[in-house]
C-alpha cells in the first residue's frame, strides 16, 4: 500500500530558527495537506497542496509539492514557542483515489525560548 | 476553515461496556467522513471510510463487528466501540469533507475523543 515517510522524527530548537521537514513517497498523489497537532487535539490544517510544483505560503509557512508528485517539504521561517507540537504531512488521491489520506509518521517540535 | 465537532473529547467506561463517539459537521454537509486511531506519539492510522447512507468501508485489519459505524445523516457519523477492553484505549478522530467539494478536497478533523477503558 501507499506509505510516506516523514523526516526528521523529531527537531529541538532555538526560538527565532528556520525549521525544515519533508515527506516522500513511493507513490504518487494529487494532493499534499500539512496538519498540525498539539496535544489533546485533532490535526489541523495549515496548508493545503493542489498541483505538482506548487509553492504555498501561509505566514511563516511555506510547503512545496514536489514536481515528481512523490514529495512536499514544509518550512518554518523565525520559529516561535507557538510552533511546538507535532506535525504531519498527508498525501490524498493518486493511482488508488478513493479520498482517503494517507499520513506520515509526524515531526516533533520542540522550541526552546 | 469548515467546523468538525466530536463528542465526547474524554470518556472512561468499564471492561464489556459500549462507547459512542459522535462527529458532527458544523457547517457544511459531509458525505464522507473518516475515522482514525492513534496512539501515543504515533501518527494517525485510518480504521474506516463513512459514507453517507451506505455501509463503511473498513480497513484491512480493522474488526467491523468491534467498532460499528453509522452515518444516517450528512452531518453526523458515529463510531461505536463495542465491548470495550482495555487495549480499546486510545485517542479516536473523525475527519469530513465537504460534500460540494472534489475527491481531492481537504478534510478537517475534530478535537478527538480520548477513550479510557478499565
Known amino acids: 500500500g501507499q506509505q510516506l515517510n516523514q523526516s526528521p522524527q523529531s527537531m529541538f530548537i532555538q526560538e527565532g530558527e528556520d525549521v525544515s521537514m519533508n515527506c516522500t513517497s513511493s507513490s504518487i498523489f494529487n494532493t499534499w495537506l500539512w496538519y498540525k497537532q498539539e496535544p489533546g487535539e485533532g490535526p489541523v490544517l495549515l496548508i493545503a497542496l493542489y498541483k505538482a510544483g506548487e509553492l504555498t505560503s501561509n505566514g511563516r509557512l511555506t510547503a512545496q509539492f514536489g514536481i515528481t508528485r512523490k514529495d512536499s517539504f514544509l518550512n518554518i521561517s523565525a520559529s516561535i514557542p507557538s510552533d511546538v507540537g507535532i506535525y504531519f504531512c498527508a498525501g490524498q488521491g493518486g493511482s488508488s483515489n478513493t479520498g482517503k489520506l494517507i499520513f506520515g509518521q509526524g515531526t516533533t517540535l520542540q522550541v526552546k525560548p | 476553515g469548515a467546523v468538525v465537532s466530536q463528542h465526547p473529547s474524554r470518556v472512561i467506561c468499564k471492561s464489556g461496556t459500549s462507547v459512542k463517539i459522535e462527529c458532527r459537521s458544523l457547517d457544511f454537509q459531509a458525505t464522507t467522513m473518516f475515522w482514525y486511531r492513534q496512539f501515543p506519539k504515533k501518527s494517525l492510522m485510518l480504521m474506516a471510510t463513512?459514507?453517507?447512507?451506505?455501509?463503511?468501508?473498513?480497513e484491512q485489519g480493522v474488526e467491523k463487528d468491534k467498532f460499528l459505524i453509522n452515518h444516517a445523516s450528512l452531518t453526523l457519523s458515529t463510531l461505536t466501540v463495542t465491548s470495550a477492553h482495555p487495549e480499546d484505549s486510545s485517542f479516536y478522530i473523525c475527519?469530513?469533507?465537504?460534500?460540494?467539494?472534489?475527491?481531492?478536497?481537504?478534510?478537517?478533523f475534530g478535537q478527538g475523543t480520548r477513550l479510557t477503558v478499565v
Open positions: 475527519s469530513a469533507r465537504d460534500a460540494r467539494g472534489t475527491m481531492n478536497t481537504e478534510a478537517f
Open positions: 463513512s459514507n453517507e447512507g451506505s455501509k463503511a468501508t473498513y
